[in-house]
């Protein structure tokens, strides 16, 4: 599901506060002692993941905090439909999520707010006792704040868990399951990145939130409120990890592989200042911010296997949508824009397969499993998975298949891609946040149809 389909579902949502009933999750059974969950952060990523717990008979939501009310005024519409309990609700200030972390025995919490908020958030949860804690994408801001996220899991045994949802796109998981049968040969080269024109994400009206307007900071609503002031400070892979984390799945990193260097190069900004002038006139007051985000921004990543990734940021000009995946060995590719594999002695020589034909031949095990409950889920079914798989691990007690060591590697990209950029495109040394451990740690990841 896109944004403005999003949106638009989300208005009609609240619209139908009246209608009854909800739609269950069918391969779901409904347990006796149901998982307690907690939610920072209801915006609209975490309206996404709100619905999909409030469609689990193993969840009780104890309690949700944020600081708009429209926000709060929606989720409790989605809630109240639902025909679930209402949870308690903490507002008013924005350190409100202290006091629902005083709660008792909460099993984990899910973080859907501004990416500068998230180590703060993700910390206090572990040393407020919360052993599961799933966050939207980003550790933090800082190389620091990632360190200090890993030390603190490791301090407390606490699970984070990105919810990285790319890594449970179909097409995504079915070259997974390809490369794990060796299709591909020994893998040599990865890309794929952010390729999103958020152009009407990052500037609206304060109302709406996509297409309207060219404000952003307190007069812009959603993410044009915060998002977009990171495009006015920073210059780096502001958004790796929709491309990095399925690629760090294909070639095993942290579990027998690191990220050993890196180096970025940005590209002029134009687009954002650019975008303004064309929509709302030379003379509106945002025509005159310089944009310190260069419009691509392109990283390169060694790896100790010997790989190399490459990885475009890509959100401020006129584009459609695409992660660029290219996932190339020995014995073949598969190109994402392309929409074509290629195996060697298996396609004609030279010349591209339609890649749903090897898609559907190796479609991953989860969700031949899940296909029904993932219909209706967002970004086209894959959000149903991260959920799932924290859920499936607090239940088991069990790792998360997508633990800190993950989340930092991945998001740790953007600190050190502006580094790089800082630097002059200085070649940096990628810090290895495992300490060693990445040289004898397993891959866990999907390995069967359970989550
Ligand atoms: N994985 C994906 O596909 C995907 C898609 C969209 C957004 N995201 C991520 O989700 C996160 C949230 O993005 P969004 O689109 O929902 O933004 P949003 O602005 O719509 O929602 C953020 C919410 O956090 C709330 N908030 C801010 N500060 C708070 C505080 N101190 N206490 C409590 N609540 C607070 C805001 O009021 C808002 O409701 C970001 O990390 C974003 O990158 C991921």
């Known amino acids: 599901m896109n944004r403005k389909k999003f949106i638009k579902d989300t208005a009609l949502t609240a619209a139908l506060v009246a209608l009854p009933g909800r739609e269950l999750f069918a391969g779901i059974s409904n347990t006796q002692e149901k998982v307690r969950l907690t939610m920072i952060g209801v915006g609209l990523r975490g309206q ?46 924005p350190y409100a999520w202290k006091k629902m972390l005083a709660l008792k025995n909460i099993d984990g919490i899910i973080i859907s707010t501004p990416w500068e908020w998230h180590k703060e958030m993700i910390i206090g949860s572990i040393e407020a006792g919360i052993k599961y804690i799933g966050t939207e994408v980003m550790l933090g801001i800082t190389l620091q704040d990632h360190w200090d996220v890993v030390k603190s899991a490791e301090q407390y045994n606490a699970h984070v868990m990105m919810l990285e949802n790319v890594c449970y796109r179909r097409d995504v998981m079915a070259a997974l399951n390809m490369v794990r049968q060796g299709l591909f040969g020994e893998l040599v080269h990865l890309q794929g990145g952010y390729q999103h024109d958020l152009r009407e994400v990052k500037f609206n009206n304060g109302i709406e939130a996509y297409g309207h307007g060219c404000e952003f900071g307190d007069k812009g609503w959603s993410e044009a409120r915060w998002r977009t002031h990171h495009s006015v400070y920073r210059n780096g892979d502001l958004y790796p990890t929709h491309g990095i984390g399925p690629i760090a799945h294909y070639i095993n990193i942290n579990r027998g592989n ?99 034909l090897w898609f559907d031949k190796y479609d991953h095990p989860l969700w031949k499993r899940w296909s029904n409950e993932t219909a209706g889920a967002g970004h086209g079914g894959m959000d149903f998975f991260v959920i799932h798989a924290l859920v499936e691990s607090i239940k088991r007690k069990t790792d998360t298949p997508m633990d800190v060591y993950d989340a930092a590697a991945w998001s740790a990209i953007t600190p050190l891609s502006e580094i790089s950029i800082e630097k002059g495109n200085e070649t940096i040394e990628f810090p290895d946040f495992t300490g060693g451990k990445w040289m004898y740690r397993k891959p866990v990841f999907s390995l069967s149809d359970e989550f």
Not at 62 to 87: F, Q, T, Y
């Open 258 to 356: 690191r990220f050993v260097n890196i180096s970025s190069f940005s590209s002029k900004a134009r687009g954002l200042h650019d975008y303004i002038v064309k929509k709302c006139g030379p003379t509106h007051p945002n025509a005159k911010i310089n944009f310190k985000l260069g419009d691509i921004v392109t990283t390169s990543i060694g790896c100790a296997n010997g790989e190399t990734i490459l990885l475009q940021h890509d959100t401020n000009l006129p584009r459609p949508y695409s992660l660029g995946f290219r996932v190339q060995g020995t014995d073949g590719l598969w190109m994402d824009v392309a929409r074509g594999v290629y195996i060697e002695g298996k396609s004609k020589p030279h010349q591209w397969d339609n890649s749903k």
């Open 48 to 93: 996404n993941h709100l619905d999909l717990i409030m469609r689990r008979n193993d969840v009780e939501l104890v309690a949700i905090c944020d600081i708009d009310e429209r926000m709060l005024s929606i989720s409790k519409s989605i809630i109240d439909r639902s025909g679930n309990k209402m949870p308690q609700i903490f507002s008013g200030d």
